[in-house]
């Protein structure tokens, strides 16, 4: 059983995060935040996938002023993701962001760190000290190096001398990031700044890579840190459309266990006594079950020998026989039905099953 740390609760929007609220899932719009349309399908898309927080960037007034049109439109929390011009940060506060993302540190000073804080206790707004390892300040560079598995000071510190800038202006309505696109830095740094600080922490391998690279190195790292209950709020980063971030989100956790969402799909990887088309079927079954929300199981499995036993607790399976195929419910065989019929008998159960379970939840 994953035993979580104990954090501080905050609020980003009505999403709590920390303390005993469930590890929030977000990502990021890769839209230009000016172009409201764009930016607001993708957040709605971001939604329909399960996402419960977005974020944006802004790098403008006027995608600043954007984010009052965009928050109208959708219905997460959304939070404005700001680099070194205090203004934007107050401009997205004041124009209705749910959270901000900045690293203080190149705010350009204490006075403007101060407007900034001002601004997010008017309007109740957290703040995310976000620091990469690309952004550590020269001295602590200086002194500590640059961060490395076995030595992460400069990054921990970096981040910790941001929060105590916003603590000396009396603000702690606060979570933190310290990421590296090196996985061992990255888990060694959370560990690390885990031990010396109860504010909730925004997992994420930063530059993490494409769908497959990204995938797994954003599972290794993160995956380390959930199962030893370190972890408030996560994104996994990829170079792709962000759904594809949130569909890895939930898989990874649901893979530990900690929280779950809509269809799990079981599939063989098939081996020599695999005897029908299956690598189309399962490409068929896998695309309709993204868009499924019922809590089914669904199997695909190459052969009867082991498919049906293997998949005992799929809701509803398939295993290919010889120019045929198995369609099993809870591991009892239902129908046996020729290769060139599968797709549809099995697909239209499966579409039933769903309508069923959509029904049970609305
Ligand atoms: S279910 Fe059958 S086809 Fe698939 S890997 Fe196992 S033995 Fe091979």
Redesign the pocket.
């Known amino acids: 059983m994953i035993i979580r740390r104990k954090t501080r609760t905050l609020y980003v929007g009505g999403v709590g995060i920390g303390g005993q609220c469930p590890i929030s899932v977000q990502s990021m719009t890769n839209t230009d935040t000016k172009d409201v349309q764009q930016t607001v399908e993708q957040i709605l898309g971001l939604e329909a996938a399960g996402c419960e927080i977005a974020r944006v960037a802004v790098l403008d007034t006027a995608a600043a002023r954007a984010i009052r049109v965009i928050k109208d439109q959708i219905g997460i929390p959304l939070i404005a993701d700001i680099h070194f011009d205090y203004r934007l940060a107050v401009a997205a506060m004041e124009s209705g962001a749910d959270g901000i993302r900045i690293n203080p540190g190149n705010l350009g000073g204490e006075e403007k760190i101060a407007k900034v804080v001002v601004c997010a206790k008017r309007h109740q707004v957290p703040i995310r000290v976000g620091v990469n390892s690309g952004s550590i300040e020269k001295d602590l560079l200086k002194k500590y190096g640059y961060p490395t598995p076995e030595k992460s000071t400069a990054l921990i510190e970096s981040a910790m001398r941001n929060v105590r800038l916003l603590e000396k202006h009396g603000f702690n309505e606060v979570k933190i990031s310290i990421k590296s696109s090196d996985v061992l830095t990255t888990v060694n740094s959370y560990q690390e700044l885990s031990k010396i600080t109860d504010y909730p922490l925004h997992l994420g391998v930063t530059e993490a890579g494409g769908l497959i690279a990204g995938t797994v190195k954003s599972s290794v790292a993160l995956g380390l840190l959930l199962s030893k209950g370190i972890g408030d709020t996560f994104r996994i980063s990829l170079t792709r459309d962000p759904v594809e971030e949130v569909r890895v989100a939930f898989e990874l956790l649901r893979s530990l266990k900690i929280r779950e969402r809509g269809p799990e799909l079981i599939s ?4 020599g ?2 005897r029908i088309d299956l690598f189309g079927l399962a490409e068929e079954v896998e695309k309709y079950v993204q868009t499924m929300v019922s809590p089914l199981k669904v199997a695909v ?3 009867v ?3 049906p036993g ?1 998949a005992k607790q799929a809701d509803i399976g398939v295993a290919g026989g010889n120019g045929v195929g198995i369609i099993f419910k809870k591991g009892k065989i239902w129908q046996k039905v020729n290769e060139d019929d599968l797709m549809r008998v099995f697909m239209a159960e499966l579409k039933k099953m769903e309508d069923d379970g959509r029904k049970k939840l609305t």
């Open positions: 063989c990887p098939t081996c006594r695999t499995m190459g052969c020998v082991n498919g293997e």
